[in-house]
Nanobody
Framework: QVQLVESGGGLVQPGGSLRLSCAAS????????IGWFRQAPGKEREGGSC????????YYADSVKGRFTISRDNAKNTVYLQMNSLKPEDTAVYYC??????????????????????????WGKGTLVTVSS
């Protein structure tokens, strides 16, 4: 079965850390750019962290830059999102997406409009992150 499965979400206090995982089955992540996107209640989906398929270059939205780190382990067919110094405004459902398009830059993937995001090759079902004391 071809799918992406996120895990690692949960409840964490402000200032805490979580590591999200995005595991692929049925296909190989090596050939895909990967992005972590999030959607908070009542807000639009936004791109946060993306990693290219070619040279592992990364892009981070200003809201997470310096706090989040995206990485990939091709041997495990998994991409990770290390989230540190979490804030209440980081509360959201986090989704990973994989796409084989020849993005000009990894930033282009992260800031693509919703109509383009919806057309990406694979999406996971999401994992909820709640940052609260």
């Amino acid at each position: 079965q071809v799918q992406l499965v996120e895990s690692g979400g949960g409840l964490v206090q402000p200032g805490g850390s979580l590591r999200l995982s995005c595991a692929a089955s049925g296909f190989t992540l090596d050939y895909y750019a990967i992005g972590w996107f999030r959607q908070a209640p009542g807000k639009e989906r936004e791109g946060g962290s993306c990693i290219s398929r070619s040279d592992d270059s990364t892009y981070y939205a200003d809201s997470v830059k310096g706090r989040f780190t995206i990485s990939r382990d091709n041997a495990k067919n998994t991409v990770y999102l290390q989230m540190n110094s979490l804030k209440p405004e980081d509360t959201a459902v986090y989704y990973c997406a994989a796409d084989s398009s020849p993005w000009a830059t990894v930033q282009a993937m992260c800031v693509a409009p919703p109509v383009i995001l919806d057309g990406m090759d694979y999406w996971g079902k999401g994992t909820l992150v709640t940052v609260s004391s």
